[in-house]
C-alpha cells in the first residue's frame, strides 16, 4: 500500500510535462528580428507613400509637412536615429508630402529598398544546408 504526501503530489503536479514546455504561441525572435531587418525600411517607406497619397491635393500644401514630418520622426524613433538626423528626416518626408504630383511616385519605397540594400547583411552560421549534405549516422558519399 502507497502513501501519498502531499508534498510529492505538488512535485508532480509542478513537474507535469505541459508546464515544462515552451509555450507554441510565441514565435521565434530570431525570424521576427530578421523579417523586421528585411522589411522595416520597406514599410516605413510604404508608410510614408501612405501619408503622401493621403495628403493629396490641397491638403497636402498645407498639412503634408506635419503630417509626414511626424510621421518621419515616428520612424526614425523606432530604429533609434540619433536627433539631428531624425530631423533632417523629418524634413525630407514632409517635404516630399507637400510637393504636388509626388502622390502616384513611390520614392520613399524606393528609398526603403534602396537602403536595405546597401546593408551589409549579417553574418549567420546557416548550418541547416551542412547537414543535409550527407544521411544521419552514414558516412558521406564519395
Known amino acids: 500500500m502507497t502513501v501519498?504526501?502531499?508534498?510529492?503530489?505538488e512535485h508532480s503536479e509542478s513537474a507535469s510535462p505541459s508546464s515544462m514546455e515552451p509555450s507554441s504561441s510565441a514565435p521565434p525572435s530570431g525570424l521576427w528580428r530578421r523579417l523586421e531587418s528585411a522589411f522595416g525600411p520597406i514599410l516605413a517607406g510604404?508608410?510614408?507613400?501612405?501619408?503622401?497619397?493621403?495628403?493629396?491635393?490641397?491638403?497636402g500644401v498645407f498639412s503634408g509637412m506635419?503630417?509626414?514630418?511626424?510621421?518621419?520622426?515616428?520612424?526614425c524613433s523606432i530604429y533609434c536615429i540619433p536627433k539631428k538626423q531624425r530631423w533632417i528626416?523629418?524634413?525630407?518626408?514632409?517635404?516630399?508630402?507637400?510637393?504636388?504630383?509626388?502622390?502616384?511616385?513611390?520614392?520613399a519605397t524606393l528609398a526603403g529598398a534602396y537602403m536595405r540594400f546597401l546593408k551589409p547583411p549579417a553574418e549567420e552560421k546557416n548550418d541547416e544546408c551542412a547537414e543535409d549534405t550527407h544521411l544521419p549516422n552514414h558516412p558521406p558519399l564519395n
Do not use: K, N, R
Open 4 to 9: 501519498h504526501t502531499p508534498q510529492t503530489e
Open 46 to 59: 510604404i508608410l510614408i507613400d501612405v501619408m503622401d497619397l493621403s495628403t493629396f491635393g490641397p491638403l
Open 66 to 75: 506635419l503630417l509626414g514630418g511626424g510621421l518621419a520622426l515616428w520612424i
Open 89 to 107: 528626416w523629418a524634413l525630407l518626408a514632409g517635404a516630399y508630402c507637400t510637393i504636388p504630383m509626388t502622390e502616384f511616385i513611390p520614392i
